[in-house]
Each structure stands twice: as structure tokens, then as C-alpha cells.
């Protein structure tokens, strides 16, 4: 996803967000594939300083098991779809 987000990006000569993470396997055939741990990976943006956090929608109940401090440290968003990933990336 995040290549995807970067060539898109260049394409429309445009910049992503600043302190902006996103994360989601995208497959070949264009859909996107579960995550192995959210919790985790949310956790890990925390640590590296992100402010915003895109996730696909499917991984929001997953998001049950986190820290409630963590809530208040990070802007979590979530997407649909490939582009609806790349275009709430992009400023």
C-alpha cells in the first residue's frame, strides 16, 4: 500500500501527509489482505512518533485490545479500498 500511495503520489505531484504511516497489504488482484497484528503495529507508530495512522477498516475490531493511552497519542483513520487509502494520504 504505501508504494502504491508514493507512485500515485508522484504521479499527481502531490506530497502525503507529514508524520503519516500507512499500512495494509495490498494482493495482486487489488484487494486488500488482513493484517497479522494491528495492535502491534499501532503500538510501533506510537513509538516511532507518527501522528496519523492509516488502517484498512477491517482491522478495527482488533483495536479493542489497545492501551487507552495510545488512543490519545495517535489519529487513527481508517480506509476502504486501495484508493480511498492513497487519497486520504495524499495533502
Keep these: 500500500m504505501p ?3 508514493a507512485f500515485v503520489g508522484a504521479l499527481l505531484d502531490r506530497g502525503t ?3 503519516a504511516i500507512i499500512t495494509g497489504p495490498l494482493n495482486l ?3 486488500l489482505d488482513q493484517l497479522a497484528d494491528p495492535v502491534a503495529i499501532t ?3 506510537v513509538d516511532k512518533g507518527a501522528s496519523i495512522l492509516l488502517l484498512p477498516v477491517t482491522a478495527r475490531r482488533e483495536l479493542m485490545n489497545l492501551p487507552d493511552d495510545t488512543w490519545t497519542k495517535l489519529n487513527i483513520e481508517f480506509y476502504s479500498d486501495a484508493a480511498d487509502a492513497v487519497f486520504k494520504l495524499l495533502e
Design 17 to 19: 501527509r507529514g508524520g
Design 3 to 5: 508504494v502504491l500511495a
Design 43 to 45: 503500538e510501533l507508530a
Design 29 to 31: 488482484g487489488g484487494s
